[in-house]
């Protein structure tokens, strides 16, 4: 099946694991090193996250979501949350311009750590459903690299992020596969694919994971063929999901409808009026139109269609957030990240970000849902420098659909334009 574009935000609770160790290896290979977890020494914050400031989280998402829309009919898939994690740990290690031009996008610091924390801790573990998060920071044991304590604690009390020190070879590599391949069950078994440079001395990695079954799965009879349309009017066959349910929302440009996972979960599908582009709509969408979308939904019988999919897919975000105004940091000579350490044997170096990539995949069938996100950031260190009652909404041609929590908080957003 060909890829979907999609562009999807995911959400997670903590889980906690350690990395596994290494076997011995043969004479005729590099010798490579165990990483050792440092995180004994930076217990949790244990406190009230408070109320969820969920236009804080939302508008970056629909601000983010609408860079990575850009290239149409290509096919993608995304998760701006996770990067808001990955970001919320770096965030806690800038300083000056570098810190103003990320607050510009997703506010105050301090207020995003809460944030976050408090989203996280809405998630949980049942019958049938499973959201996890899991944040890491990984530290180049050779690079003189003195990571700032604060930096470590603000980052354990807020993301629970676990600490390695690793010698920053192929092992380190492999470490980080692996650790990632636990945090999303399998579903991306290798975030990197070569061993880290001579000059990077820190990874920031975050991984979400989603699983939840449909509060009432599709029935055997309920799965038939149908031709979906695609976005440069070719057309595919696809297995059909054929449902009737009871959440209706509309807008000007779109309708849609509500689709109940078990725990509470929502997925929410988006076709737009014939003649409305599918990426136009994406784009335009901001958080202002979100909320009143969402308020929208009332309690019409839609019979509603969901095509089976699956997909995975690799983005370099670092010219997507350069073109969110986060330029600085990406800048070896104008990036402040001494919030995060210093290098006592050095002088003349500053520390840059050179890395920002994502990878996620998305298994969407007649039991539920199985998405995962993984985000590394890369630190190196650089030298010198009133209608009818009855509804039908069959997503057979480009949609958007999006996966939330009961409060609308997304989950995922995203954009089908070829099957």
């Known amino acids: 099946m060909k890829k979907l574009i999609v562009i999807s935000i995911m959400i997670a609770v903590v889980a906690l694991e350690g990395c596994a160790g290494k076997s011995p290896v043969a004479p005729s290979q590099p010798a490579v090193t165990a990483s050792v977890e440092l995180s004994a020494g930076y217990g949790r914050l244990s406190t009230d996250p408070g109320q969820i400031d969920s236009d804080l989280v939302n508008r970056a998402a629909w601000e983010v979501f609408g860079k990575v829309s850009q290239a149409d ?48 801790k809405t998630f949980e573990a049942g019958d049938g459903f499973k959201v996890e998060l899991a944040d890491s920071i990984w530290i180049n044991e050779a690079s003189g690299l003195v990571a700032d304590p604060a930096f470590l604690q603000a980052n354990a009390d807020w993301y629970a992020a676990q600490v390695y020190s690793s010698a920053f070879d192929a092992g380190t590599r492999d470490d980080i596969n692996a650790w990632v391949s636990k945090h999303t069950d399998g579903m991306i078994p290798k975030l990197l694919d070569d061993p880290p440079s001579k000059d990077t001395v820190m990874y920031l990695i975050n991984t979400l994971l989603f699983d939840c079954q449909w509060l009432e799965e599709y029935q055997d009879s309920q799965v038939r063929d149908r031709e979906f349309t695609n976005y440069d009017g070719s057309k595919s066959t ?31 599908g988006l076709l737009p009026n014939e ?17 009143a979308l969402w308020n929208s939904r009332d309690g019409y019988e839609v019979s509603a269609g969901i095509p089976e ?65 993984a985000t590394v950031i890369g630190i190196e260190k650089a030298t010198s ?21 009961r409060a609308g908080n997304i989950l995922f957003v995203g954009v089908v334009s070829k099957l």
């Not at 506010?107 to 924390?117: D, P, Q």
């Not at 054929?242 to 509309?250: G, I, K, M, V, W």
């Not at 009133?386 to 659909?401: A, E, N, Q």
Request: include cysteine; glycine fraction near 8%; proline fraction near 3%.
């Open 275 to 291: 003649g409305v582009d599918v990426y136009e709509y994406a784009r335009s969408m901001t958080n202002a139109k979100w909320q």
């Open 73 to 120: 009919q290509d096919n993608q898939l995304f998760s701006p949350l996770s990067v808001a994690y990955c970001l919320g740990m770096l965030a806690n290690g800038m300083r000056g311009q570098t810190k103003a031009q990320f607050e510009a996008l997703y506010g105050e610091v301090a207020t995003l750590n809460r944030a976050l924390y408090a989203l996280a």
């Open 385 to 405: 420098v009133g209608p009818s009652m009855h509804k039908t909404v069959i997503l057979d041609r480009p949609f958007v659909y999006l996966i939330t929590d």
């Open 309 to 373: 999919f699956e997909y995975d897919t690799s983005m370099n975000l670092v010219p997507v957030m350069q073109a969110l105004g986060l330029t600085d940091m990406f800048n070896a000579d104008l990036a402040d990240l001494h919030g995060i350490g210093s290098i006592p044997t050095e002088v003349d170096y500053n520390l840059y970000v050179s890395l920002m990539l994502q990878k996620a995949k998305i298994q969407v069938t007649p039991k539920g849902t199985k998405a995962a996100a």
């Open 238 to 268: 696809v297995k059909m999901m054929y449902s009737s349910e009871s959440s209706y929302l509309a807008d000007s440009q779109a309708q849609g409808f509500v689709k109940l996972y078990k725990g509470g979960y929502r997925f929410v």
